[in-house]
């Protein structure tokens, strides 16, 4: 496995951790502080951890990006960049349909803040998950 992928299975990682935080205050409301911490820095480790094995090298001569990874990348921006223009724009016929013209939409900075958080982490996932996707089309370790 190269450093794209293991870049790309951290980004799988990294939105289900930065959804989580969404659980995390709701458990902020529930649980006292001793839980909260264990939690915390539960969840800091497998942020943090991960970072580390895709830094580390087996071998120094290993090119970390060929032309092929290059060309990979490239691809799942591209996808991610598209699906995420195609919900913007069904979001706002949906509205556009719903409310008309002359309707407006009472929406606080907190939502709105957190369709914007959402709709990042949906990004990041894509992203990675387009990575991967290709990756695995190939033959052995990405190559076909």
Known sequence: MNKTQKGALYGVLLSFLLAGIVVFDLLDTIVGWPIKLLVGAVWGGLLLVPIYL?????????????????????????????L???????????????????????????ELSAVIYLVLVIFVLILSLAVLSQYGWGGKDGEK
């Open 54 to 82: 895709i830094e580390r090298k087996k071998d120094t001569r290993e090119v970390d990006m060929d032309e092929r990874d290059k060309r990979i990348i490239k691809k799942a921006l591209l996808v991610s960049f598209i």
């Open 84 to 110: 995420l223009a195609v919900m913007s724009g069904l979001a706002f016929t949906a509205a556009f349909f719903v409310l008309g013209l002359q309707s407006t939409i009472p929406i606080t900075m907190d």
